[in-house]
């Protein structure tokens, strides 16, 4: 009975444990089948929605790239309200078309500015002059129009940015290359003064780089990536077939019931699922924010769901072979081992639910040393549990920012390892790209501060060339942190043998007088002015320049030269040395800074040179005024002494010949004197005839003053309009003095000849004739032109 029992308690053990085990492994079976199945679909999800999201920063990042070249474009047109737009039209054409050159990855680069900016007194809010940099076989070329001066069209993708007053990157649109359709779009920043919108700075390019992208994303067999725009237009897509068309267009009923478009263009991220063609798949789209735009773009894939859920059922049937293989080794060896194995798999089992409650305590692990498998299974979750700690330390490592903590896989196919150190690799390349964006981002900050600075310095001293070129190299010398620099000025004083003369020196914080000059294409400096290019020397010849100082003396490891460049004319030359390597970055802004520069030293040399031709224009004015004064002084004492000569003659005509003599005497004076004087003095009696004319007339017509005296125009002219000069003589005679200017030709050469004539009463005969004087102003024609050209 008690070997029946016995056996009856072991058979009742056998069943009770073989029912509860294969309850137990059912509902395990179900429950792993069922949480295989989430799992695999939440990680594909998990891992779909990474990977979309992965290729929009990589879309985003390079469309961030073009968005910010754009607004460097922007922020620098807004110096045509400051400065000559002549002036800088042509320094932004340079640009323009150094940077279509230099970033062959756009189509163009462009910009368009209102009229309102760039032309004062101009007050209609349309009218707008674009300039448009391209490359063609390899050479920038540049295009200048005119637009919308009768009004702005509406709708138009510049009336878009324009009303929005925002950054955009505009819908795709499809060109001709080749003889091929291309899809391109246009990103483009705009221009504001005082927030007010004044025009648009942007570049043209071509979207089928981003195919690239496309191509590389295969998170799963089998899997559609495709890239939309803001308005649906397929950018990129697996099958290129599809590219250019909408996804309105290829799927209209999935658009419609998942409103695909709408939430595209609102950018929102969307997940999921379709059963086009017998097919159920996973749709994900992951939104691309570039920037401040409020057009985003979207990454879609598409995936399978039947390549997602293979791996689930794979695990799955494992599951159910090994659990009913399992059941047939248990009906063997159960009634041998139940008795000793009940207490380890309790333990076991404790442990086992602690474990999937997130519960690894590394001092509540089993210990069995019955030698068997149970063993094994407790070493095993031992093994686990320490692998789980480990794992936690890495994770808490990372989570604290210790990037570079050690991990070691606990095998070849530790998936939860693998997948933390790629996280790790991940985070280390985003810290990388963060530094580095923050270095870039630092340099653009000191050129942008630079300039700015440089702005206010070049406004000042514009009357001082000298204190001018000072304060330029003393700041340039600091900000640079360069030991000493000069800056050389053109000096063409003498246009035969110009110079360059040295404007301003400075060197360790201090000022240097010093005077020195260089003949134009001698020594570096001469040779940087006559190529007009800048000259970056690191291997520096040991006596060219040395730097002295309280600790010894030593020459410099770096020497930089640019030219003063503006219009492709050189005005002078910056030299600057430093013990360390300037960096690129350093020489740009410099370049940059030198091309402000030359502009106010051309300026200030302008000013300068006005200031003295005004000067010199007054003091010759003043000369001409005395001279004509000088001479009316002259008429009035010839009048006087005519008038005293006919007084005596009337007095005493025939008693007093030695008066008269006298009377003939100071008029022979008077005559000489009015011979020296650098004008043409005539006088005529009442009938037109020459009573009076000095040497000055009389060369006009190659005689001498008596072959002329008691001749007229009609004898002097017989081919001119005689008798109009006449009447316009009577009508002088008559109504007053009279005053004009004309132009004449004389020998091939053109005069300005100035004008007076006026009534005079002849003493002879007490009639009323014509006192006419004429001065050549031609040189201060001439001038007065000088002097406006120059300002």
Known sequence: MKIAFKNMIRTKMLVYVMITTISVLTVVGAFVAYRLNKMALNNAIAIAKGEAEKTANYVKADLQLDLGFARALANSLNSYCRYDT???????????????????????????????????????????????????????????????????????????????NVELVLDPYVFQLEGKDRLATTVSVPVRRNGTFQGLGGVDLELSKF??????????????????????????????????????????????????????????????????????????????????????????????????MSEARSSLYSVLIVTILGLIVLGFVIWLIARSITEPIQRTTDLLQNLAQGDIDKTKKVFVTSGDEIEAVAKSVSKVIDGLNITENFAREIGKGNLDAQFELLGEKDT?????????????????????????????????????????ILRQNNDNLIELSYNIIKNLVSYTSSIQGGIFVLNDNDKENPIIDMAGCYAYDRRKYLQKSVVIGEGLVGRCFTEGKSIF??????????????????????????????????????EMATFKIYEKYHIDFIEKVATSIAATISSVRINIRTAELLAKSQQQAEEMAAQEEEMRQNMEELQATQEEMERLRQEDARNNQAIIKKGEDNFKLIIDLLNNIPAKIFLKDENGSFVLVNSQVADVYNKTPEEIIGTSDYENHPDEDVDSWRKQELDIMRMGKQEYTFEETIGGKKRLLRTIKMP????????????????????????????????
């Open 86 to 164: 002549e002036k800088l039209d042509s320094i932004f054409i340079t640009i323009l078309k150094y940077q279509a050159k230099e970033n062959p990855r756009y189509m163009s680069v462009w910009c368009t500015l209102e009229y309102s900016l760039i032309t004062k007194g101009y007050t209609k809010n349309y009218g707008r002059r674009s300039f448009t940099a391209f490359l063609k076989d390899g050479t920038p070329f540049i295009e200048v129009e005119q637009k919308n001066v009768n009004g702005d069209i509406n709708p138009s993708p510049y009336w878009a940015s324009k009303s929005t």
């Open 416 to 456: 939860l390892g693998k997948s933390l150190l790629e996280m790790q690799k991940s985070l280390k390349h985003a810290r990388e790209i963060e530094i580095e964006r923050k270095n870039e981002e630092e340099k653009q900050n000191w050129t942008t501060k630079g300039i700015a600075m440089f702005g206010d």
């Open 537 to 574: 020397m690191v291997d520096i010849p040991k006596d060219y320049i040395s730097i002295t100082s309280g600790l010894g003396k030593e020459n410099p490891r770096c020497l930089l030269l640019v030219p003063l460049k503006i219009n492709d004319e050189v005005l002078g030359v910056i």
């Open 211 to 308: 195919q690239k992208i496309i191509d590389q994303t295969k998170p799963f067999p089998n899997t559609i990536v495709s890239i939309l725009s803001n308005n649906g237009t397929i950018i990129a897509h697996t099958n290129t077939d599809l590219v250019k068309k909408t996804f309105k267009e290829i799927s209209p009923e999935e658009d419609i019931e998942n409103q695909i478009s709408e939430r595209i263009k609102k950018g929102k991220g969307i997940i999921y699922y379709t059963n086009n063609s017998g097919e159920k798949r996973l749709v994900i789209f992951a939104p691309i924010q570039v920037g401040e735009t409020p057009t985003p773009w979207s990454v879609g894939l598409s995936i399978p769901v039947s390549v997602i």
């Open 760 to 791: 005079f009463v002849l003493p002879t005969s007490g009639e009323t004739g014509l006192l006419g004087i004429q001065f050549d102003i031609t040189n201060y024609k001439q001038m007065a032109e000088e002097i406006k050209k120059q300002g």
